[in-house]
């Protein structure tokens, strides 16, 4: 035991239990995700109407043109991936259908095809993409079809994949009037209303070309986004609060009874129930095409927030219940475990392996570059050690510096909402307050030079007054750039065809605005206290060593390199990759790694900034890494707790309109966790902050780009 104890301190060791750990759990994640080798996964592309879609194919053992199945198209909302389908892929093609997980449009690797002007690009992937596929399986000899050629293919989406469900049966049922044959059986959306789907057609039309359709909706109670009542439901109280971010109950809506077959003043509709409905009649241009027909609905409405949904067994459950009955009767009898109940699930289980291997690909970083630090032309990345910054050593110095600290771990949290959505209202106060700083800090250069010449015969007294001018200058120098980024926020970082990720984006801004306040704050500290105890420039970690910040770039390049070079090998041995419910590395296609380099510049000021401040405030204090967590997420953990912590105790969350904003703090409050852990490490490797920040900016640049909708073709 002590050898295997020894052995695993060093890096071998580490390395080695990093890579038991990606194989073990990518083993394991395979094995699940096939149902124990009784379903084949293979990743698919094909061209569509609209450009080129890609997805998983689940093809259980049997299955095929001797065998056709019930087909089941699965795909994800705004922002996330096919892999984000585990759940029902798994559930459902183990129970013996035939399932395609499918990326939408500018989505993972599914890419659009025309050009998109900027103005027009939330109105195109969500509109055509599950229609589009439809269309590609309704085509394919193992879909199984009725004696007139209607096919049974069930659709489903999350959020946006779920407008995409509603209008893909829509269009389905227009384009039967044309061939006489339905593409699409069923359909069931989760986490989506039919406010995006009113845009192409009217509630009432949208459900009279459900027709005899089975249909399903799925309505979480704490749906950030949808569910919402209409302006003449909500009573008084309720039109004061402006956002979205409160409790639901989309059954005793207008939208919802109408659903489920009920006039607008009947009681809350019934749920988990099928329940007939007359879909009404079907019009164009104010013409009957089609006659009222009979089909069931059903509305499950659990206790979930919107991401809750593809991560839930409950939800899992809902959409196994549907399946079987909307199914029912028309399956191959070759599909021996149908009837499995909603119970039995082990996509759970493929979730865990997953994140186990994302632990060992996480663990492997810091091993890795321990070994590649040996080699003679990487050693250069190692600078002379340096002694830690001082500390505070008064009972005055103490409190400044928590307050500090304080201060550092909230104002990136207090401002997330503003910094985030760009709102003028916060912007405005924010470019008074730095006009205030600008203002101070040009009166303290100026006080600070001419009481430091006054004191000529006072050595210390000058040095401290000099150390207040130059200090004051620098901090006139930030707060001015600072200005300049609030005044011209809508110039910075702006969507378009160069800056194409409209999320990652906003991440870069309010990233921005974190390194400047975190600069303002070291300057401020170092000028003003820590230059006078002695700390020197390069007690920061800041070498300016050519040869220095080189091998730190080439050793960064390599760590990832062979990280991402054991990613895509896992995909291809496995059909896995890393990841936990919204947090994922996953593989990437040109155009990821095109848009990366983009980003990467703006990303590595906040990761190099950030490695100096954690490092200059937490090194060679006890539970130093702890406090660079907490000073790097801290603030927004908080936000987080606060935020839904409010929404689940009283009904409404603490920022009502703080939906989409929210929800990628589950992906990046996890990268930064993982950031601030490599900026103490390998600081400790290297005594300098440039492996870090480059190991950082590379890794988790490449892991926000390729896990978000990605608009190749903007114009």
């Known amino acids: 035991m002590r050898t295997v104890t020894s052995f695993l301190k060093k890096p071998q060791g ?12 990518s083993l394991f994640a395979g094995m699940f995700n096939t149902s124990f080798y009784s379903v084949k996964v293979k ?3 094909f061209q569509a109407d609209h450009g080129t879609l890609s997805g998983l194919l689940y093809m259980p053992k049997g299955a095929g043109a001797d065998d056709k199945r019930p087909v089941i198209i699965t795909t994800h909302g705004y922002l996330n991936t096919k892999e984000m ?10 129970r013996g259908y035939i399932v395609l997980a ?11 095809s025309a050009p998109i002007p900027v103005k027009d690009m939330f ?20 879909t199984k079809k009725d004696d007139k050629g209607n096919a049974y293919v069930a659709v489903s989406g999350h959020s946006m994949g779920g407008f995409s469900t509603l209008l893909s049966m829509y269009m389905d049922e227009m384009t039967s009037l044309q061939t006489g044959h339905r593409m699409i059986y069923t359909g069931i959306s989760v986490g989506a209303d039919y406010s995006y789907a009113a845009a192409v057609a009217p509630q009432d039309q949208l459900q009279a070309a459900f027709g005899s359709r089975t249909v399903g909706m799925i309505a979480g109670k704490y749906d950030e986004f949808f569910f919402n009542k209409s302006d003449e439901e909500k009573t008084a109280a309720e039109k004061e609060i402006k956002g979205t971010v409160m409790r639901k109950d989309f059954a005793a809506t207008i939208s919802g009874k109408a659903f489920l077959g009920l006039a607008a003043d009947a009681p809350r509709a019934e749920t988990d129930k099928f329940t007939e409905v007359q879909s009404g009649d079907l019009m164009v241009d104010g013409k009957v095409v089609r006659p009222s027909q009979t089909g069931e609905h059903i509305m499950f409405t659990p206790n979930q927030t919107h991401p809750w949904n593809h991560f839930s067994p409950t939800t899992t459950g809902h959409l196994i219940d549907f399946y079987a009955r909307a199914f029912n009767g028309v399956t191959s009898p070759n599909q021996t475990n149908v009837n499995l109940g909603w119970g039995n699930q082990i996509w759970w289980a493929k979730e865990a392996f997953n994140f186990v291997a994302m632990i060992g690909f996480f663990l492997m970083i810091v091993p890795l570059i321990t070994l590649l630090l040996r080699l003679p032309l990487l050693r250069k990345a190692v600078s002379n050690e340096i002694a830690t910054v001082s500390a505070a050593v008064s009972g005055k110095q103490r409190t400044v510096y928590w307050l500090a600290i304080a201060f550092s771990t909230l104002i990136p949290a207090i401002l997330f909402p503003t910094l985030m959505d760009k709102s003028a209202d916060g912007l405005n106060v924010l470019r008074i307050i730095a006009l205030i700083v600008l203002i101070v800090s040009v009166l303290g250069a100026v006080i600070g030079f001419v009481l430091a010449g006054s004191k000529k015969n006072d050595f210390a007294a000058s040095r401290r007054m000099k150390n207040m001018g130059v200090g004051s200058v ?4 930030v707060s001015l750039v600072m200005w300049i980024v609030f005044n011209y926020a809508s110039k910075i970082v702006v969507t378009g065809k160069y800056f194409n990720e409209p999320t990652t984006n906003q991440i870069v801004y309010w990233a921005l605005v974190s390194a400047l306040i975190m600069i303002l704050v070291t ?3 170092h000028y003003f206290s820590k230059k006078d105890a002695g700390t020197r420039f390069s007690d920061y970690g800041i070498s300016l060593n050519i040869g220095t910040i080189i091998a730190s770039l080439v050793t960064a390049v390599l760590a990832i390199v062979i990280g991402y070079a054991l990613l895509f090998a896992v995909q291809a041995i496995f059909g896995t990759d890393f990841r936990i419910w919204t947090f994922a590395v996953r593989t990437f296609e040109q155009e990821h790694f095109i848009t990366a380099l983009r980003y990467a510049p703006l990303f590595l000021i906040y990761y190099f900034v950030s490695a100096v401040a954690l490092n200059a405030n937490t090194r060679g204090k006890r539970g130093g890494m702890f406090l660079a967590i907490v000073l790097n997420v801290g603030g927004l953990v908080l936000w987080m707790l606060a935020q839904y912590g409010k929404d689940f105790m009283t009904g409404v969350a603490l920022y009502p309109t703080q939906a989409l904003n929210g929800i990628l703090l589950f992906a990046l409050v996890p990268c930064l966790i993982i ?3 490599y900026a103490r490490k390998l600081f400790e490797k290297t005594n300098n902050v440039w492996l870090a920040a480059f190991v950082n900016t590379l890794l988790f640049t490449m892991v926000t780009v390729a896990n978000t909708v990605l608009f190749w073709n903007l114009v």
């Open 102 to 112: 499918l990326d939408m449009y500018d989505h993972g690797d599914s890419r659009w």
């Open 523 to 525: 300057f401020a500290f």
């Open 675 to 677: 950031a601030a852990v």
């Open 43 to 45: 990743e698919i592309k």
């Open 14 to 25: 580490l390395l080695v239990l990093s890579l038991v750990l990606v194989i073990f759990g």
């Open 474 to 477: 620098l901090l006139a120098i």
């Open 123 to 142: 109105g195109t992937f969500w509109i055509y993409s599950q229609f589009d596929a439809a269309k590609y399986i309704y085509d394919q000899d193992f």
């Open 85 to 94: 389908q585990d759940a029902p892929a798994i559930e459902m093609s183990r």
